[in-house]
């Protein structure tokens, strides 16, 4: 074991998305993995269980479609993963993983003895379905439908199920394992419900479109130490880009106020009317002979 500095590294966004039938989570998934692949479907797959609901959208571009039949087992879930990933793709939409969980509660229900016992057959097929996502090397995009929840609650002495809102049909807490989740209304309208990204969190409501995906992706490629920083501040090519990189690393701000400084210093001079000659050649660049 070695204790090292945090480091901020590039990242592979594991998100998801919940939402009731027809609310767009297809289409929602479709556009962000065209933003986290700078508009380059080829290098997206779905894994469908949907019926082939992701063809309806070929109009977006030519992504690859992986259509899965039943049983919806985890280990069938982990083959398609590998069949994706051994295909180079950059970007695998998971649509959807309520029917995994499906299909787990219905082995559950016909394994014989103790009803309490039997999750421990359950939970390391989840499991293992799960990490294969997360510890894969690419953008994952998972669709969960949402059913209608209920407690119970004392009235009059008995006790009568009262609505709570809507629930994902998965395992419960399985949204902590993404780093982004996205709750998708009948409207299409989408808000963040759990956001390690901080893009989103506390956000009014949107609807999720390619730059959604870009934004993200701008995020998973953030520079991640001082030194990627730098190199970020000297390709450079105008102010307005200087002071977004400034603006986007204030922990970065004091430490390399200097660079900042020379650097904006050399695109003001780049631009100055009188460092041109009237054939529009810069007096600073070097000419032939010199």
């Known amino acids: 074991m070695k204790l090292r500095k945090s480091e901020r590294k590039q990242a592979k966004i594991k998100m998801a998305l919940q939402g009731s039938a027809g609310s767009g989570k297809t289409m929602s998934a479709l556009l962000l993995a065209k933003g986290l692949t700078n508009d380059n479907l080829s290098k997206v797959a779905v894994i469908d269980t949907e019926n082939g609901s992701s063809d309806l959208y070929a109009h977006l571009g030519n992504y690859s479609v992986l259509n899965m039949q039943p049983p919806y087992t985890p280990e069938k879930y982990i083959q398609a993963i590998n069949i994706c990933l051994e295909a180079g793709m950059e970007c695998i939409i998971i649509d959807s993983i309520?029917?995994?969980?499906?299909?787990?509660?219905?082995?559950?229900?016909?394994?014989?003895?103790?009803?309490?016992?039997?999750?421990?057959?359950?939970?390391?097929?989840?499991?293992?379905?799960?990490?294969?996502?997360?510890?894969?090397?690419?953008?994952?995009?998972?669709?969960?439908?949402?059913?209608?929840?209920?407690?119970?609650?004392?009235?009059?002495?008995?006790?009568?199920?009262?609505?709570?809102?809507?629930?994902?049909?998965?395992?419960?807490?399985?949204?902590?394992?993404?780093?982004?989740?996205?709750?998708?209304?009948?409207?299409?309208?989408?808000?963040?419900?759990?956001?390690?990204?901080?893009?989103?969190?506390?956000?009014?409501?949107?609807?999720?479109?390619?730059?959604?995906?870009?934004?993200?992706?701008?995020?998973?490629?953030?520079?991640?130490?001082?030194?990627?920083?730098?190199?970020?501040?000297?390709?450079?090519?105008?102010?307005?880009?200087?002071?977004?990189?400034?603006?986007?690393?204030?922990?970065?701000?004091?430490?390399l106020n200097a660079q900042y400084q020379s650097k904006k210093q050399q695109l003001e001079n780049l631009v100055k009317p009188e460092n041109f000659s009237s054939n529009g050649i810069s007096k600073s660049t070097p000419q032939s002979g010199e």
């Open 98 to 255: 309520s029917h995994c969980w499906d299909e787990l509660l219905d082995f559950h229900s016909k394994l014989p003895g103790n009803s309490f016992t039997n999750w421990n057959k359950v939970t390391p097929r989840q499991k293992a379905f799960v990490d294969k996502i997360l510890q894969s090397p690419a953008h994952f995009i998972a669709t969960m439908r949402t059913k209608q929840d209920y407690v119970l609650n004392q009235k009059n002495g008995k006790y009568v199920p009262e609505k709570v809102g809507l629930k994902a049909v998965q395992r419960d807490g399985v949204e902590y394992e993404f780093t982004l989740v996205f709750d998708i209304d009948s409207k299409h309208f989408a808000t963040a419900s759990k956001d390690r990204t901080n893009l989103f969190n506390g956000k009014p409501e949107f609807m999720i479109s390619t730059a959604t995906g870009k934004r993200i992706l701008e995020w998973c490629n953030a520079p991640s130490s001082q030194e990627d920083v730098l190199k970020r501040i000297n390709e450079c090519l105008s102010i307005s880009e200087l002071m977004k990189l400034y603006k986007e690393f204030p922990q970065f701000q004091q430490p």
